[in-house]
């Protein structure tokens, strides 16, 4: 084990030693490059366009510092002060003059650099504000080697006081030149990758054309390839290819393009051809330093506007589009909006129909008993189908909202089926369907909210029916696969298109064919409900259609629990969804109920005195106050949305009234959870939310 731990880290030491070698090795590479490039480049400058012998107007020795600094970083500095104290100590400078020389064109780059850096420079020059901080760097940065290399000059007596003003100028020009034309080029094709931008073939056609016109024109102005054409050639006209390369190639393209004027232009010119040659005095170079910094200068500036303003074009139709999309998205969720409240609307008139013909009915008083109780029943069969749609809509904003919290057990899969089967047993039966269902031997463990896995089986199985012609079949398999436990509800309905399978899920998308959509649909929240349920227990759920009229299967994969079940003992055993009678005789209670809507609070005072209770009825908080005047209740339920002051508002009243308080309860049709916490945080010890039955009820009375 030592031996191999040993080998271990033998083999890292080798491994970061190699690293550090082939990095110091890169290092060594890139520090003799720029130290020969540097060195070469002001020898052949000097030779050219020497000014007292140590300054040049044509210098492109700095605009190479500059990018190698910016490009390798400041470790590359001392490689240029080696090469410039070579050169100017071959010339004939004292070896304190040439280092003095060497460091200042160092500091040049290295300041320089760091100016860009601060004030956030960007090496694409996309940006009109890159240009303006480039070009002010590229003049103030330059004054440095100057005024070090011609003060060191003027004290070692190799310069005169005279010709030291010249020689700075010369200096300073010659720089500044190179870092504005020599610079850019190098830093936008070293610094920033060459992407494989997707050019047309009209658009590599126009950049070819542009750089023959370009540099054909440039010929005939500084080349003079035809005797007397120096006459009539102005070398601004260079401006007219330049333009077009400004508004079409981009910046690339156009720093390459600066760089080859330049080129041209200064070997023309230092060959004794062009408009700069046969200008008197010898002040020609001087003019023609001017000129290639205008050019630099003003297209610079030109080729970044454009850029910027292609940016912003390009920002703008993007924004367009998105806010296009974003209209589009709005228009489809207002439409999708108006198709919900149309859809709400009819799912809520379907059972409010019988409801009120039943009402009606009995409102006329010549039933007898038998008669009256069909029509209670169906009554009572559309209260309880409209909060039920009531509820799924809550439990979709609460999923939502991720507001949503399942109860979490051991739950018997066997038992959680046959729940859900007895549920939806009446839909099939009134459509006349045959069910059939296939149970596991072995009963299955799942860990879930018994519940809610319910609700999906119940939303599964109420689709079938729905969809299913009168007289078809229905049927139910779960068994025990490879991902825990499966669920498939299988019909030989009206069946799913294609499309349709991949929007199935989605809130409020109903589907079906005519007039069997509008009549059974729903609100199209069973499927998404039942989605979002079974993956908040980490399943997943799957629908599967051969197509319109073959029917259609929908499978459940649901997660099976790793604790043993435990199954409750017979006197334990009992409906989940009826609370536990109490062991004891049920106690009655004095009720107070406080609600401006007279007829919900009669009815539910109703409900408790037939119960054995004794209830009263306050509609505001004036009144429910006169009223504990002379009733003390148990149990008070509070409307919280009451005229004038709030529920809140008045449980706090009636605290400091009564000692001891009595038992709260806020009754509410807001039935988020954030509703709840309110309440609780106001001081209610109990909640409902309307409709309340009298289970509801019996239940908040037995824990006051």
């Not at 720089?175 to 997707?198: K, M, N, Q, V």
């Not at 209830?615 to 006169?626: P, Y």
């Amino acid at each position: 084990m030592v031996y191999l731990q040993c080998g271990r880290l033998g083999k890292r030491i080798s491994v970061a030693m190699s690293q550090t070698v082939r990095a110091y090795a890169l290092f060594a590479l890139q520090f003799l490059v720029v130290f020969g490039v540097y060195f070469y480049t002001a020898r052949w400058g000097l030779n050219l366009s020497a000014i007292n012998d140590f300054a040049a107007l044509v210098w492109p020795a700095t605009g190479i510092a500059i990018a190698a600094v910016y490009v390798l970083g400041y470790r590359i500095a001392p490689a240029i002060a080696l090469a410039a104290f070579a050169v100017n100590y071959l010339i004939g400078a004292p070896i304190l003059a040439a280092t003095a020389i060497g460091i200042g064109n160092s500091l040049e780059a290295a300041i320089g650099v760091w100016l860009l850096r601060s004030f956030g420079f960007n090496p694409l020059f996309s940006r009109l504000v890159d240009s303006f901080v480039f070009i002010a760097v590229a003049i103030s940065a330059t004054v440095i080697s100057a005024t070090i290399g011609t003060t060191t000059l003027g004290l070692t007596a190799l310069l005169s006081a005279a010709d030291v003003p010249v020689t700075w100028l010369a200096w300073w020009v010659g720089d500044t030149i190179s870092a504005l034309i020599l610079t850019p080029f190098l830093i936008r094709w070293l610094a920033t990758p060459i992407t494989r931008s997707r050019r047309t073939v009209a658009q590599l056609l126009e950049g070819l054309a542009f750089f023959t016109a370009l540099i054909a024109l440039t010929l005939l102005v500084f080349w003079d390839p035809i005797p007397g054409l120096h006459e009539i050639m102005h070398p601004y006209m260079v401006f007219v290819p330049l333009t077009w390369g400004a508004l079409r190639v981009g910046p690339r393209a156009m720093t390459l393009a600066i760089a080859t004027v330049a080129a041209l232009a200064t070997f023309g010119t230092l060959a004794g051809t062009g408009p700069f040659a046969f200008i008197d005095g010898g002040r020609e170079l001087f003019l023609f330093a001017l000129f290639l910094s205008t050019v630099a200068f003003i297209f610079l500036l030109f080729v970044t506007a454009v850029e910027e303003r292609k940016n912003a074009s390009k920002r703008l139709e993007e924004n367009i589009v998105s806010l296009q999309e974003d209209v589009e998205e709005i228009s489809a969720a207002d439409q999708a909006k108006n198709e919900f409240i149309a859809t709400l609307s009819h799912e809520l008139r379907n059972p409010l129909a019988p409801i009120l013909s039943s009402l009606e009915i009995i409102r006329m008083g010549r039933l007898q008993e038998r008669d009256a109780r069909p029509l209670i029943e169906t009554t009572y069969e559309n209260v309880m189908r409209m909060t039920r749609l009531l509820d799924d809509l809550l439990d979709v904003a609460r999923i939502s909202r991720k507001q949503f919290t399942l109860q979490m057990k051991t739950a018997s899969l066997k038992s959680i089926v046959q729940h859900a089967t007895a549920m939806a047993q009446p839909l099939m039966q009134k459509h006349g369907h045959s069910f059939s269902s296939a149970l596991p031997r072995d009963d299955i463990q799942l860990h879930a909210d018994q519940l809610r896995i319910e609700q999906v089986i119940v939303n599964l199985l109420n689709n079938a029916a729905k969809y299913t012609p009168p007289g078809g079949t229905i049927s139910l398999a779960a068994h025990a696969s490879r991902d825990g436990a499966e669920i498939r509800v299988r019909d030989n309905g009206i069946g799913i298109s294609k499309h349709l399978l991949e929007k199935i899920f989605e809130p409020f998308k109903r589907f079906g064919n005519g007039q069997r959509v509008a009549e059974s649909a729903g609100l199209g929240i069973g499927l998404s409900l039942a989605k979002r349920l079974v993956e908040l227990h980490g399943g997943r759920i799957e629908a599967r259609s051969d197509g319109p009229g073959k029917g259609s299967e929908f499978v459940v994969w649901l997660p099976v629990a790793d604790a043993p079940l435990l199954l409750p003992t017979a006197s334990e055993s009992q409906d989940v969804r009826t609370p536990a009678e109490p062991s004891r005789k049920k106690e009655r209670k004095r009720v107070l109920i406080v609600d401006d809507n007279k007829d919900a609070a009669e009815g539910i005072a109703r409900l408790l005195n037939h119960s054995g209770h004794e209830a009263h009825v306050a509609l505001d908080g004036a009144h429910a106050l006169a009223t504990l005047a002379n009733f003390r209740p148990d149990v008070i339920f509070l409307d919280i949305q009451l005229p004038g002051e709030s529920g809140y508002d008045l449980l706090r009243t009636i605290r400091n009234y009564l000692d001891p308080a009595p038992y709260f309860v806020a009754l509410t049709g807001f039935g988020q959870e954030e509703d709840k916490e309110k309440a609780r945080e106001a001081g209610f010890d109990g909640f409902l939310t309307k409709p309340v039955s009298i289970a509801d009820l019996e239940k908040v009375l037995s824990h006051s």
